[in-house]
């Protein structure tokens, strides 16, 4: 079962930045919080994750908050190519322990 | 990020016979393969993990005899689905890991579309 919780859609004006949240108040500590989209009719794509700190990359910027039970994904300038189907994934770091998707949250950018 | 492809990307068949898809890590060496299906407007699934030169490990519902899996070298991984049905029409859905260190990510690889008659 998925251990995250994601509102199931959102939109976001063209330009702007798309904040998306994700619930994962049973993380344990030893699970990394990973953040993978899905155009439509391809593979997802990894995006970000992180422990406990924030991160950021060419792609987006992972908010993770202290207690670890929530976190924020943002786009900082959303395009129209960002529409997709957004996924918060826990995992923990260590051997061949699977990822689990679960519903997302379908980001529609309007223009 | 390193790059996972599939082929075929779609494939048509007839109920009964057999499809099989591959999955190739480009540039890096996957010692650990995923095989996710995904049914129309529904999250990715995950049917099994495969290690390099062992036996896949399938997950409950999943038939090992009818998806057959075979990792036989660190860049390939098959995936056959034998005496397919409309049933098995999806998209199925590859990725890679080159190793299991620590905050090791996922590549995924672009699917393939498989419609049976």
């Known amino acids: 079962d998925a251990k995250t919780t994601q509102p199931p859609s959102m939109d976001c004006a063209e330009g702007r930045a798309a904040n998306l949240p994700c619930n994962h108040s049973t993380i344990s500590g030893n699970e990394y919080v990973y953040w993978y989209r899905q155009i439509h009719s391809q593979g997802p794509q990894y995006i970000i994750h992180?422990?406990?700190n924030n991160e950021t990359n060419e792609m987006a910027s992972l908010i993770i908050t202290e207690d670890r039970k929530s976190s924020t994904l943002i786009l900082p300038h959303a395009t129209l190519r960002d529409t997709a189907v957004y996924y918060c994934i826990v995992r923990p770091n260590f051997g061949n322990e699977k990822l689990t998707f679960g519903t997302g949250t379908r980001l529609t950018i309007i223009p | 990020g390193a790059v996972v492809s599939q082929h075929p990307s779609w494939v048509i068949c007839k109920s009964g016979t057999s499809v099989k898809i591959e999955c190739r890590s480009l540039?890096?060496?996957?010692?650990?393969m995923f095989w996710y299906r995904q049914f129309p407007k529904q999250s990715l699934m995950l049917m099994a993990t495969?290690?390099?030169?062992?036996?896949?490990?399938?997950e409950q519902g999943v038939e090992k005899d009818k998806f057959l899996i075979n990792h036989a070298s660190l860049t390939l991984s098959t995936l056959t689905v034998t005496s397919a049905h409309p049933e098995d029409s999806s998209f199925y859905i590859c990725?890679?890991?080159?190793?299991?260190?620590?905050?090791?990510?996922?590549?995924f690889g672009p699917g393939t579309r498989l419609l049976v008659l």
């Open positions: 992180g422990l406990k």
């Open positions: 495969s290690n390099e030169g062992s036996k896949a490990t399938y």
């Open positions: 540039d890096f060496q996957a010692t650990t």
């Open positions: 990725s890679a890991r080159d190793s299991p260190r620590l905050e090791e990510t996922q590549y």
